[in-house]
């Protein structure tokens, strides 16, 4: 199994200030179409996950720009250009290439 | 706007089985690729397993933990997902999640159908 790693696992945020979370995969996430298959969501408290960014940079609908993801390979990032309020809760990387495998999720909580 | 909305949790005994459904509006329910994926209280996300679209076989996988216990079917006239759950374990007590897949992840999720497997 492909196992996906997050961190850190915590991650206490200034309002107004760049976030940035890491994912590391046990082993390339290419596939053989070419596609790089690594996902990104968001979960409030008590909430369904949100995706916000598929194949690794690709914004979902409705995702505000200040999200942003990049990557290749086995090693990705999400970013927030400027943390609100709404944008704590728990971030997951997940990849699609291997099967589905989550990573362990990163909590953001403003300072 | 694509709605999924799932039911059919509830609290079970151990060894004892239970049947979810998904009923699916917003999109085109026939073509779609669906999964069920599943969070225990205060834990991280789990992949259960998935369906494809009938045009492209129909097939079913399942993750290691339910293969064999677990079974997902669609009913395309009902625009409808089912997850029959038998032989449940404690470890299988979480909020399941129907999940419609979209590039190679999951793009629409319901609000998620509580199932708890205790004596």
């Known amino acids: 199994d492909v196992v996906m790693t997050q961190s850190p696992l915590s991650l206490p945020v200034t309002l107004g200030q760049p976030a940035s979370i890491s994912c590391r995969s046990s082993q390339s996430l290419v596939y053989s179409d070419g596609n790089t298959y690594l996902n990104w969501f968001h979960q409030r408290p008590g909430q369904s996950p949100r995706r916000l960014i598929y194949?690794?940079?690709n914004r979902d609908s409705g995702v505000p720009d200040r999200f942003s993801g990049s990557g290749s390979g086995t090693d990705f990032t999400l970013k927030i250009s400027r943390v609100e309020a709404e944008d704590v809760g728990v971030y997951y990387c997940?990849?699609?290439?291997?099967?589905?495998?989550f990573g362990g999720g990163t909590k953001v909580e403003i300072k | 706007e694509v709605q999924l909305v799932e039911s059919g949790g509830d609290l079970v005994k151990p060894g004892g089985s239970l049947r979810l459904s998904c009923a699916a509006s917003?999109?085109?329910?026939?073509?779609?690729?669906m999964s069920w994926v599943r969070q225990a209280p205060g834990k991280g996300l789990e992949w259960v397993g998935r369906i494809i679209s009938k045009t492209a076989g129909g097939t079913t996988d399942y993750a290691a933990p339910v293969k064999g216990r677990f079974t997902i079917s669609r009913d395309d006239s009902k625009n409808t997902l089912y997850l029959q759950m038998n032989s449940l374990k404690t470890e299988d007590t979480a909020v399941y999640y129907c999940?419609?897949?979209?590039?190679?992840?999951?793009?629409?999720w319901g609000q998620g159908t509580l199932v708890t497997v205790s004596s």
């Open positions: 997940m990849q699609g290439t291997h099967w589905f495998t």
């Open positions: 917003g999109f085109t329910f026939t073509n779609a690729w």
């Open positions: 194949k690794v940079s």
């Open positions: 999940t419609r897949d979209l590039d190679g992840g999951y793009a629409s």
